[in-house]
């Protein structure tokens, strides 16, 4: 079955650049997305179509693809980041959506 | 305010079933795709099934397949998903997302539901 793999846990100091990294051969084909979810809140639309934001998200979050990896990219990194970060695609048919298995993002 | 609301959650013993419901308003319903993603305790996403907006074009993730059945009155504004046979690793939170695949592409969901909790247990 197709995955995308994430870290598990990044961590940085407010300030820092936090980089989230997503894998899959497919990534090459299919769209990314990337999504925020804080404990107890259903997740929340961060990037779309690889690198794009929509309204409503800060500046300071950014996506890129290359070949088979796509990231998120949080410049400045706020305390209230602290959350969990998912990507997510689909298989070759577009007809299955994938989650990664998510990265927990830790402001030291 | 667009919204999605899922009720229909609760307790239920393994092989039993159980009907989800997601009430939508604020936005034209019929205009737009459907799924059910679920996220098991302490767990990631897991997407479950897709609809399309007259509800003829629908998939399922292989874990659910013959099992779940995912529809949508357009007329009332709703989407559903029937649960049968249920397992112990169905227990999770049920949210049904709105994709807005004309805006920001395939598979991608915008407006999220604060889900409903479902526990198959014995």
């Known amino acids: 079955s197709y995955e995308l793999t994430q870290p598990p846990s990044v961590s940085v100091s407010p300030g820092q650049t936090a980089r989230i990294t997503c894998s899959a051969d497919g990534l090459s084909k299919q769209y990314a997305y990337w999504y925020q979810q804080k404990p107890g809140q259903a997740p929340v639309l961060l990037i779309y179509?690889?690198?794009e934001t929509p309204s409503g998200t800060p500046e300071r979050f950014s996506g890129s693809s290359s070949g088979t990896t796509v990231t998120l990219t949080i410049s400045g990194v706020q305390a209230e980041d602290e959350a969990d970060y998912y990507c997510q695609s689909a298989d070759s048919s577009g007809t299955h959506v994938v989650f990664g298995g998510g990265t927990k993002l830790t402001v030291l | 305010e667009v919204q999605l609301v899922e009720s229909g959650g609760g307790l239920v013993q393994p092989g039993g079933s159980l009907r989800l419901s997601c009430a939508a308003s604020?936005?034209?319903?019929?205009?737009?795709?459907l799924n059910w993603v679920r996220q098991a305790p302490g767990k990631g996403l897991e997407w479950v099934s897709y609809i399309g907006r007259d509800g003829t074009t629908i998939y399922y993730a292989d874990s659910v397949k013959g099992r779940f059945t995912i529809s949508r009155d357009n007329a009332k504004i709703s989407l559903f998903l029937q649960m049968n046979s249920l397992r112990a690793e169905d227990t999770a939170v049920y949210y049904c997302?709105?994709?807005?695949?004309?805006?920001?592409?395939?598979?991608?969901?915008?407006?999220w539901g604060q889900g409903t909790r479902v526990t198959v247990s014995s």
């Open positions: 997302a709105r994709e807005d695949s004309r805006r920001y592409g395939p598979n991608a969901f915008d407006i």
């Open positions: 179509k690889d690198n």
């Open positions: 604020g936005f034209t319903f019929s205009s737009y795709e």
